[in-house]
């Protein structure tokens, strides 16, 4: 009996083995992408650019609605002496500016937004290409991201251990020190300061 238990035993050690033998752990490690664009200095610079891009564009906004403002006013205060001809032509006028004012709006945010775009993928490449390097380096399998972006659900939900956490392996390969970086500012919001547009006379004032 014992021997056959014994046989059993030596039999289970030579099948289950090379099933341990051949099943390394996988090394999967966790960063957070937004972090890592936030500490970069190219950060601040598309924040700056960003700012400068937006305030120019603000202005063309505002002149436009200042002029469509006067030009209403004007209309108004005037508006009952002016003949049938005139009164018709400063309708118009006001109209012509009313959807000039919101083209301008959606150019401008369109404008913005491919800004932003154009000056974000180097960075976004620039981060990628050093998680790359710390994943190969370091033997990791798997990098994933604690944040899917806004308003999406992180990859991550839960993790453990900050053990596992690669962000600091990352920055230094970025040339940043985690102990002695600030964060840039989130980038600006890709809507211009929208402007209300003049309205244009609900009706036309009667002559007098």
Do not use: H, W
């Amino acid at each position: 009996m014992k021997q056959k238990l014994m046989a059993f035993m030596v039999l289970m050690t030579i099948i289950t083995t090379p099933l341990f033998a051949q099943t390394p752990l996988t090394k999967i490690g966790y960063t957070n992408v937004d972090l890592l664009i936030l500490r970069l200095p190219e950060s601040k610079k598309m924040q700056n650019e960003l700012e400068v891009t937006k305030a120019q564009l603000d202005k063309a906004l505002g002149e436009t609605y200042k002029e469509a403002q006067e030009k209403y006013e004007a209309y108004q205060k005037n508006g009952a002496n002016m003949t049938e001809v005139i009164r018709a032509d400063k309708q118009k006028e006001l109209e012509n500016l009313q959807t000039r004012i919101q083209e301008m709006q959606n150019n401008a945010q369109q404008s913005l937004q491919a800004k932003q775009q154009q000056l974000i993928e180097p960075i976004l490449t620039k981060v990628n290409n050093a998680i790359q390097e710390v994943g190969k380096e370091n033997g990791f399998m798997y990098i994933l991201n604690m944040d899917a972006g806004a308003n999406t659900t992180p990859i991550i939900l839960y993790a453990g251990s900050e053990e596992l956490s690669v962000t600091n392996l990352i920055l230094k390969k970025l040339g940043i020190d985690p102990d002695k970086v600030e964060t840039a500012p989130a980038p600006a919001a890709t809507t211009p300061a929208a402007s209300k547009p003049a309205a244009a006379p609900a009706a036309t004032p009667k002559k007098k």
